[in-house]
């Protein structure tokens, strides 16, 4: 698997002052390793330092390095299969159940933002729109299904209310929610590496796990130290390669990819989302956009499973943007990067145990902002002993993607179908 490019994202030439991290050297102990320092580990490690955890996370690279800092910052609702998915493989009461973890999501964004004082430009406010006229009473639909599940918040929004809300005629409908949105994804990633250390867990940057024992003694060895502990979380998600095979089995990293334009001023800005909205269409592959605090069209999409990155993002995702807004034709863009998020085959998240000390949540499916930060904190409760809500997440059977080596080819060729179908609408 390449690289993905992060040289140019606009959230590291934004990004707020933040601790680094040392190197991990030498022999340690402790209650709990969490791998990975991201949403996921990072959560699950200030949650269990605030029970008085002895917490040791290592990150690869540095916090936030992963889809963490990269993604296009949308706050979700739900899990990207959709509460329907849900509801006929688990039954009613058990998708109540992961409808409610997944609202807490949200607001565990909030409350932390809230606590640790954690400047990220959180925004509330989420637009879901259709290219597809056959789709709008789908749409209608939709908000009935979310409001049977208690949700509040959410409302219908016909062509021309859709319109009077966001700058482009390519749209037949939408849905409006209240209660989701956007962020600075890196600089909220940074607010909980920060809260951790505070909390009194250590974070240790530029020290790859090499090898896991994923046992009854979890352990992890770096280049330049061991760490063994009492229990174990794995949160590398798309980043953890095939550290852990049953999970590599079970998880296709996804390309995505981002560009931002040059600053276009509030009123330019405004003009294309009224409501400073994050905005996502309904397509299979998904475009997704926003603004930012400084008035700059954030636009993402162009979902890849070949692992390989164009060689001019810029270029590649501006068609993307200008079919949606025609009029940011003359607009310079400034930063465009890539990253990998990782996928499931049902797109439910997969959260587990590998025997009874080792931990792991992977496989958000592009829903991660939120359900990554969430699977954390029932990771930490479960090793603090209360494991029901756990349990209601690590119910789901995952299937390993087929073909083995061949599995990406194969993935590629069934996307093709998948463009064909957006496209035909």
């Known amino acids: ?75 979700c609702t739900g899990v990207s299969c959709g509460m329907e998915k849900i509801e006929k493989v688990a039954g009613r009461e058990a998708a109540q159940k992961v409808f409610d973890i997944s609202e807490e999501a ?11 004082e954690i400047e990220c430009d959180l925004k509330w406010g989420y637009l879901h729109a259709t290219e597809n006229a056959g789709e709008v009473d789908a749409l209608r639909h939709e908000v009935e299904h979310l409001e049977g599940f208690g949700a509040k918040g959410a409302t219908f929004l016909d062509k021309q209310a859709l319109e009077e809300r966001l700058g482009s005629t390519r749209y037949h409908g939408g849905i409006r929610e209240e209660g989701a949105g956007h962020l600075h994804p890196l600089n909220y990633c940074l607010g909980l590496a920060d809260a951790a250390t505070k909390a009194g867990a250590k974070i240790f940057e530029h020290s790859p796990a090499l090898e896991l024992d994923t046992g009854a003694n979890p352990s992890a060895k770096t280049e330049l130290g061991t760490v063994k502990a009492k229990f174990m979380v794995v949160g590398g998600n798309a980043y953890l390669g095939k550290l852990v095979k049953p999970l590599y089995q079970r998880l296709m990293p996804c390309g995505s990819f981002i560009l931002a334009t040059e600053p276009l001023g509030e009123n330019r800005a405004r003009a294309l989302i009224a409501g400073d909205e994050a905005v996502s269409n309904t397509n299979f592959i998904v475009d997704y956009y926003r603004l930012s605090a400084d008035h700059r069209m954030l636009f993402g999409g162009r979902c890849s499973y070949s692992t390989l990155e164009p060689k001019d993002l810029g270029a590649f995702m501006r068609p993307r943007m200008t079919n949606v807004f025609p009029e940011l034709e003359d607009v310079k863009i400034d930063y465009a990067w890539g990253g990998y998020i990782g996928i499931t085959m049902n797109r439910i998240p997969h959260v587990g145990r590998i025997g009874e000390k080792v931990y792991f949540a992977q496989g958000y499916s592009g829903q991660g902002v939120a359900l990554s930060g969430m699977c954390g904190k029932l990771m930490a409760e479960a090793i603090a002993g209360q494991a029901e809500r756990f349990d209601v997440m690590a119910q789901f059977k995952h299937q390993p993607f087929p073909g083995g080596p061949l599995r990406t080819p194969a993935l590629v060729l069934g996307m093709l179908y998948y463009r064909l179908r957006d496209a035909l609408g």
């Open 106 to 116: 949200k607001s565990l964004i909030s409350s932390r933002v809230q606590t640790h």
């Open 1 to 75: 698997m390449t690289r993905p490019s992060d040289g140019l994202s606009y959230y590291r030439a934004t990004a707020n002052p933040s601790y680094e991290h040392p190197k991990l050297q030498g022999d340690h102990t402790c209650d709990v390793c969490v791998i990975g320092a991201g949403y996921t580990g990072l959560s699950a490690a200030l949650e269990l330092a605030e029970r008085g955890y002895d917490v040791i996370v290592l990150e690869a690279d540095v916090v936030g390095w992963g889809a963490s800092g990269r993604n296009g910052g949308q706050i």
